[in-house]
């Protein structure tokens, strides 16, 4: 079945840690792709997107993506994180067909003070 | 705009009792979800609508589960009856669709519904 994967559940790291987070998807042709956080209690907002031109995406936040077609995978990347950023995160695709976004199942970031 | 709006933000109901949950998604967007988040299960898709009519209802639970789209600017899911395993946090979210591709969600704030 056609598949988003994030490769890590949870992960605890540092204040002014890098931190990277993988996702990866099985669907071939043209994805739109997107990363949303979750803060404790909140819903679901929209980080970055990815639809086409420069691979490399900046988001809010610092937070920047980056999509590798040959590879299938579209990594979140931070290069310094602050306690804040204390929440779980989603990479999501929309498929060649269609608008129903797969989701993957979230990591969970926990950066300690 | 004011984002995709969802009501109540809290339920507490009986067992056995109708709940009804609202949404009225962002202006001139033409797609809607509706999703159910628990620790245990993670986020599920219920059911979504194109242009007011459901397309794909494969998510939801049973049929005590049930939706409704009557106009573009508002959407019902309601159960009857409630039963405690359906205690979650309800998301509603809407999108904009084109050429057979979507440009990503907006979610709404979530329904905490808790059936005791």
């Known amino acids: 079945a056609q598949s988003v994967s994030q490769h890590n559940h949870h992960v605890i790291l540092s204040e002014a840690a890098s931190l990277e987070l993988g996702c990866n998807y099985s669907?071939?042709?043209?994805?739109?792709l997107f990363w949303y956080v979750q803060y404790p209690g909140q819903h679901l907002q929209l980080l970055l997107k990815?639809?086409?031109?420069?691979?490399l995406v900046k988001g809010i936040k610092g937070f920047e993506a980056e999509f590798i077609k040959s590879k299938f995978s579209f990594n979140l990347r931070k290069p310094s994180v602050q306690w804040s950023d204390t929440a779980e995160y989603f990479c999501?695709?929309?498929?060649?067909?269609?608008?129903?976004?797969?989701f993957g199942g979230g990591t969970r970031v926990l950066v300690k003070p | 705009d004011a984002g995709v709006i969802q009501s109540p933000r809290h339920e507490v109901t009986e067992m056995g009792q109708e709940v009804t949950l609202r949404c009225k998604p962002i202006?001139?967007?033409?797609?809607l979800f509706w999703y159910r988040q628990t620790m245990m299960r993670g986020l599920e898709l219920l059911i979504y609508?194109?242009?007011?009519?459901?397309?794909?209802d494969s998510g939801m639970p049973e049929d005590r589960f049930s939706a409704k789209m009557p106009n573009a600017s508002f959407s019902t899911l309601k159960i009857q009856p409630s039963e405690p395993r359906d205690s979650a946090v309800y998301f509603c979210?809407?999108?904009?669709?084109?050429?057979?591709?979507?440009?990503?969600?907006?979610f709404g704030s979530g329904t905490r519904l808790t059936v005791v």
């Open positions: 999501a695709v929309n498929p060649p067909a269609g608008n129903k976004l797969t």
């Open positions: 609508f194109n242009n007011n009519v459901p397309i794909d």
């Open positions: 990815y639809f086409s031109g420069d691979p």
């Open positions: 979210a809407s999108s904009f669709y084109r050429g057979n591709l979507g440009y990503g969600y907006t």
């Open positions: 669907y071939g042709g043209t994805v739109n």
């Open positions: 202006s001139g967007h033409n797609s």
